[in-house]
Structure formats: structure tokens, C-alpha cells
């Protein structure tokens, strides 16, 4: 069984920066891509960043590209959303996922596991 456990949200001014964590357990982690998502209030759940299996490759959407980097530690099975000139439109809940196969990219329905989320608020 699959477990995602997202830490490091919170309140931050805008300009500032967050560091998340996701810690998995349940499969080999190393095996399988790891993304980010986000839903604000109203509206639907996004795609924000996806690291592939190795760490090697990685892909962002377009509004948080430059300001955001993900990254991944196999010996810990930890991936990591670094949030940098975070902005008011950032505030929502953030989510860790991996897809049930080999898949790498961010189209949502190919995620099958997911964390809880931790709520990031950006003020102004």
C-alpha cells in the first residue's frame, strides 16, 4: 500500500519561499516519477512539476516555471517542492502524487496515489 505524506506548508509573505516535503513508503520508490499538484479554493486540481524516476528529467507548468524547483532523494524516498517569489495566486493545497505505472508527465488521471495535501498561503 501506496502512503504520501506531505509536510512543509504554511503562511508565507509574498516573495517569500517554501521548501515542501514528501515522504513515500509502500513500493519501491525509485521506480516510479513523483509530481506536485495544487487545487485552490473553486478550482480544480493542477499540475505544477513532475520529477522522473532518476531525478534526471523534470517538467513545470507554465506559472510556476523559474520559481520553483522539484527534486527527489531515493535513498531517503523523499521528493521535495522548493517555492521561491511565491505569489498571492500560489496560495492553495498541495499535493504529492505518483502515477500506478511508468508513466512520466502531468496529465492528472495518470496519478493514482496521492498525499493528503498541505494547505500553502501566500499573502499579499
Request: aromatic content about 12%; some cysteine.
Amino acid at each position: 500500500q501506496v502512503q504520501l505524506v506531505e509536510s512543509g506548508g504554511g503562511l508565507v509573505q509574498a516573495g517569500g519561499s517554501l521548501r515542501l516535503s514528501c515522504a513515500a513508503s509502500g513500493r519501491t520508490f525509485s521506480s516510479y516519477a513523483m509530481g506536485w499538484f495544487r487545487q485552490a479554493p473553486g478550482k480544480e486540481r493542477e499540475f505544477v512539476a513532475v520529477v522522473s524516476w532518476s531525478g534526471g528529467n523534470t517538467l513545470y507548468a507554465e506559472s510556476v516555471k523559474g520559481r520553483f524547483t522539484i527534486s527527489r532523494d531515493n535513498a531517503k524516498n523523499t521528493v521535495y517542492l522548493q517555492m521561491n517569489s511565491l505569489k498571492p495566486e500560489d496560495t492553495a493545497v498541495y499535493y504529492c502524487a505518483t502515477p500506478g505505472t511508468n508513466y512520466y508527465g502531468g496529465r492528472i488521471t495518470q496519478y493514482r496515489h496521492w498525499g493528503q495535501g498541505t494547505q500553502v498561503t501566500v499573502s499579499s
